[in-house]
T-cell receptor, first 114, second 115 residues
């Protein structure tokens, strides 16, 4: 069975600064997808960024980027130029190829401080 | 609004009562997922459908839980004889079966409180 571990229950960052959220996972599969989802307070979960395991290039989406280390089974999220609206729970998630159910980590609560 | 919708948004019930939740996915999405999220935890998979076929059920889904998607469109999740441990946020998500993105789109959830 696949597992996802987020070792940082809470983090805080000053606005305009950079923060990195950690995620490790365990799988014996070779073809899979990794995601970071954001869940703002009392609002629904939205996708931040995705990474296909077969791609060596790290995914980027505007201020969000990942550091995907396949051999180490590590998938960290870097948020640059943090904004107050980035305050949320962030979940790392794993999915096997074939659009199967997601396996989530426990989440990291990020607070952006003015 | 073309997103995933869920009703009701909140449900308070007494222990032992039955409850039913509804999820309306994005119209062209043929995969629909149910997850449960308790306080301070990430969502946990319960079950999912491809069109009207239920493809997988988690071991978390006890006999008191049943889910349907009769016409391959909306889905219902019913909990019979609710227990206090059923208190959680129940999330629904949908996605297309194929495609390059494999993104699951989530609804706002139904928060269940069992007293």
């Amino acid at each position: 069975a696949q597992t996802v571990t987020q070792s940082q229950p809470e983090m805080s960052v000053q606005d305009a600064e950079t923060v990195t959220l950690s995620c490790t996972y365990d799988t014996s599969e070779n073809n899979y997808y990794l995601f970071w989802y954001k869940q703002p307070p009392s609002r629904q979960m939205i996708l931040v960024i995705r990474q296909e395991a077969y791609k060596q290039q790290n995914a980027t989406e505007n201020r969000f980027s990942v550091n995907f280390q396949k051999a180490a089974k590590s998938f960290s999220l870097k948020i640059s130029d943090s904004q107050l609206g980035d305050t949320a729970m962030y979940f790392c998630a794993f999915m096997m190829a074939g659009n199967t159910p997601l396996v989530f980590g426990k989440g990291t609560r990020l607070s952006v401080i003015a | 609004d073309t997103g995933v919708s869920q009703n009701p948004r909140h449900k308070i019930t007494k222990r032992g009562q039955n409850v039913t939740f509804r999820c309306d996915p994005i119209s062209e999405h043929n995969r629909l997922y149910w997850y449960r999220q308790t306080l301070g935890q990430g969502p946990e998979f319960l079950t999912y459908f491809q069109n009207e076929a239920q493809l997988e059920k988690s071991r978390l889904l006890s006999d008191r839980f049943s889910a349907e998607r009769p016409k391959g469109s909306f889905s219902t999740l019913e909990i019979q004889r609710t227990e206090q441990g059923d208190s959680a946020m129940y999330l629904c998500a949908s996605s297309p079966q194929r495609g390059p993105h494999y993104e699951q789109y989530f609804g706002p959830g139904t928060r269940l409180t069992v007293t």
